[in-house]
């Protein structure tokens, strides 16, 4: 009982210290951010529903709110049950802003508040299920709106400790309740259904890589004329290597199992090695703010790739002209609508992703071997001879440079390890062979061409020369222009709500100033920052509009992919 009481005052001093020490003069941080908050919500005309286990708590925050003139009600055990209806009622019907304050246990059973559209929690229970119990009220029949669930927790103190509670009992609880182990059945649903999952979620971002390596390649080293057998050997060598190296070994074998709980991504991994160093947080940010940019950079640079290649279709410009401004247009309205759904959430077309994705790593290893076909000698590429021959050869114009150019087929390891927590490091495991044996087939398959056409005039008089579509036969161009442009626009929302999810944890680490955020669908982690997605719609405009062409953008594109990578290495490492 002592123990227990000592517990209780600790959790008292994180609400406000004067609870335990009437002598205290200082503020309480806790009720300045809760006032903030609920002055917030007044603002936005919405209804807030405030839960603590100490009424003097509630009390405190009473007070406040009147000295602010904001409306408010109070309900705690010792209010009668026709007061408890008479409240309830008033509240619901009311059309102003207004908050109910409410007493953890007196508000657990038996109200029925869909009036509101916030739920905040000033303390944390030992037991998830009482809190769970109380925000439900705002989830009863009735409720149309998105409730948003506000939980503050005090840093380094006892609440940490509890919601760590929290969490290991959760955890107990899901692997009770829900151990598909126990039923055979189960395995073979799940597994194909999240191997599906997996391939529309987690390989967007690298599964378009093709559209744009082989012709950022061959354009930095002087155009078509300028390869030979050699050359592409090597270029060839150095994909197959770095998707070995860098992907397979480095990502799915390694960075997956540094998991937070199921969770990946690099503040998942910082929150790991935190206390090994305080000088950490450094490479964290650095590491963030370039898959920030990752995300701004995905949707410009895929989905022009993939418009660009209706400049090969004569009818089109024939209608059109042959102008990049056209191509501009199309990828601005591309992106504006991709950006623009993301407030309704996108349980719809997720639904899609996978099918799209299974399709066009199928149409990949198709084109592919179409080529390779034709010449299966390049298969000699996999020996790494070729690829640390080129890197020192006459023929090759960049140099060590021309791995810039190459690490474009890691774009979305990153984004790999970040969707962990989404669809678990089975589905993972199962499915990278296969979207790796596809793009080899594909990249194998261009080099074939490639070799195929050096020596054709009409092929080197073309500027932009783009292997990916050049590869296709000419009745199936249009579906590869179609089923790439769905590529590059699911790989775009991949990124796009690894970017939300990536604020949303810096956030929580006190790395980035709190912001509004939305729950659009009931799918697991999808949630919706309105800022965030406007800022992303701003700059991935601003990039399509002031580099125009996919093949300008490359080079900002790989910058960002490897400051990402390295952080990530560095944090490994410790």
């Not at 592409?232 to 070994?249: A, N, P, Y």
């Not at 418009?307 to 004569?314: S, T, Y």
């Not at 601005?332 to 997720?350: A, K, M, R, S, V």
Request: proline share 3%.
């Amino acid at each position: 009982i002592t123990i227990f009481s000592y517990l209780t005052r600790l959790r008292q001093i994180c609400q406000d210290p004067i609870l335990v020490n009437k002598d205290y003069t200082g503020d309480s941080g806790k009720l300045n951010v809760a006032l903030e908050i609920i002055e917030e919500v007044i603002e936005d005309n919405n209804k807030m529903l405030v839960f603590s286990q100490f009424t003097s708590v509630l009390k405190k925050i009473e007070e406040e709110l009147n000295i602010r003139k904001i409306k408010n009600k109070y309900l705690d055990g010792s209010t009668s049950a026709k007061e408890r209806i008479k409240l309830v009622s008033e509240f619901n019907e009311s059309k102003e802003p207004e908050i109910f304050l409410i007493s953890l246990k007196a508000g657990g059973t038996g109200l029925n508040l869909t009036s509101a559209k916030f739920v905040m929690h000033m303390d944390p229970w030992w037991n998830p299920a009482i809190e769970d119990q109380a925000t439900d009220r705002a989830h009863r029949i009735g409720q149309k709106n998105i409730v948003e669930v506000i939980k503050l927790i005090a840093k380094d103190t006892i609440e940490e400790k509890i919601i760590q509670l929290q969490e290991d009992k959760r955890e107990i609880i899901n692997s009770v309740m829900s151990d598909d182990s126990l039923n055979i059945n189960n395995i073979s649903k799940l597994t194909l259904a999240g191997i599906l999952v997996t391939l529309g979620v987690v390989y967007g971002d690298i599964g378009t890589s093709p559209l744009y390596v082989m012709r950022s390649v061959i354009h930095n080293n002087g155009g078509l004329q300028s390869v030979s057998e050699d050359f592409i050997l090597g270029t060839l060598s150095l994909v197959f290597w770095t998707l070995t190296i860098l992907t397979t070994i480095k990502y799915v074998l390694i960075t997956l199992k540094a998991d937070n709980k199921g969770e990946g991504g690099i503040f998942s991994l910082f929150t790991l090695v935190r206390k090994q160093a305080k000088w950490l947080i450094i490479p964290a940010m650095i590491g963030g703010s370039a898959l920030l940019a990752d995300g701004m950079l995905t949707p410009a640079v895929t989905v022009t790739s993939a418009v660009e290649g209706l400049q090969l279709i004569p009818s089109f410009n024939n209608l059109f002209g042959d102008n990049q401004n056209n191509i501009v247009i199309i990828v601005i309205c591309i992106i504006t609508i991709l950006f623009f759904i993301q407030h309704f959430g996108t349980d719809f077309i997720g639904k899609l992703f996978g099918p799209i994705m299974l399709l066009w790593f199928c149409s990949l290893a198709f084109f592919g071997i179409i080529n390779l076909c034709n010449d299966w000698t390049l298969l000699r590429a996999f020996s790494p001879h070729y690829a640390i021959k080129v890197l020192f050869s006459e023929e090759n114009k960049l140099g060590f440079f021309i791995l810039g150019g190459i690490f474009l087929s890691s774009t979305g390891a990153e984004a790999l390890y970040s969707d962990l927590g989404h669809v678990g490091k089975r589905n993972i495991y199962a499915t990278w062979p296969f979207v790796k044996i596809c793009l080899l087939i594909n990249y194998f398959g261009q080099g074939a061409w490639i070799l195929a056409a050096k020596n054709n005039p009409s092929f080197s008089a073309i500027e932009d020369l783009n292997p990916f579509f050049q590869m296709i036969p000419k009745p199936l161009l249009m579906f590869g222009i179609i089923i790439s442009t769905l590529a590059a626009i699911i790989a775009s929302q991949a990124l796009i709500s690894g970017s939300f999810t990536l604020v949303s944890e810096a956030i929580k680490l006190n790395l980035f100033p709190r912001l509004h955020t939305l729950y659009p669908s009931h799918s697991k982690g999808q949630l919706y920052i309105p800022s965030i997605n406007r800022i992303l719609w701003i700059v991935c405009i601003g990039i399509v509009l002031y580099f125009k062409s996919s093949e300008s953008m490359e080079a900002a594109y790989g910058l960002a992919i490897t400051v990402t990578m390295l952080m990530t290495s560095i944090l490994l490492f410790n």
